[in-house]
């Protein structure tokens, strides 16, 4: 079955203390994002990578980290997590651009 | 660089009238418009989308139009039906790259 998958699902952990969401896709898409829902602002993306060893900002950067090594996973890293970063992300992947995009089912993550 | 802006953020309708939202983008050469729908608790899933070299698509009782010269697109759903209460967002991009930018969303009500 084609999908994007993404771990974990729920998180709740400390300020400061380093995570990784990770994200994998068996479609062999060429084109990985992150996104973040909060109420009212919508989606916002983190960051993208259209190949392997290619990423880019999205509009809200800061605070993260991403890596593309292979072309199917795109881990989102916190090194150094903050409250302000308590939200709904969401990975998802394209075949190029300006393609359909596939999210993944989410992870809630609250910083305390 | 693009910006989207989505109205209304709320729309509530009878089982059976229609439902327009309304969309303006900033960047002129944005060429790919995506919509999607967030069912409560679920991913976003596309449902239509347009490019720019086109100026209206159906789906059956989705359609979107697009007007490059006003820079506004509208999703239009016809006959709505319960199962159409969602948030739905509409997203420009550039299909060389995968720098969407998504609208802040509107959270349809179909009354029965």
């Known amino acids: 079955e084609a999908q994007v998958t993404q771990n974990p699902r729920y998180l709740i952990t400390v300020t400061g203390k380093k995570l990784t969401v990770t994200c994998s896709q068996n479609?062999?898409?060429?084109?990985m994002s992150w996104y973040r829902q909060d109420p009212g602002l919508g989606l916002r993306q983190i960051y993208y990578s259209m190949n392997v060893e290619v990423t880019d900002k999205g509009d809200v950067p800061e605070g993260y980290k991403v890596s593309r090594k292979e072309k199917r996973n795109f881990p989102l890293i916190l090194e150094s997590p903050s409250p302000n970063q308590t939200s709904l992300y969401f990975c998802a992947s394209s075949f190029q651009g300006g393609t359909e995009a596939f999210f993944g089912q989410g992870t809630r993550l609250t910083v305390v | 660089g693009e910006n989207v802006e989505q109205h209304p953020s709320t729309l509530s309708v009878q089982e059976g009238d229609s439902a327009v939202i309304k969309c303006t983008y900033s960047d002129s050469a944005s060429n790919y418009f995506p919509w999607y729908k967030q069912e409560l608790g679920k991913r976003p899933q596309l449902i239509i989308d347009i490019r720019s070299n086109v100026g209206e698509k159906k789906d059956q009782r989705i359609a979107v139009t697009l007007n490059k010269t006003a820079k506004h697109f509208s999703l239009h759903i016809t006959e709505t039906q319960p199962e159409d209460s969602a948030v739905y967002f509409c997203?420009?991009?550039?299909?060389?790259?995968?720098?969407?930018?998504f609208g802040t969303g509107t959270r349809l009500q179909v009354f029965p």
């Open positions: 479609m062999n898409h060429e084109y």
């Open positions: 997203a420009a991009s550039l299909t060389n790259t995968d720098k969407l930018i």
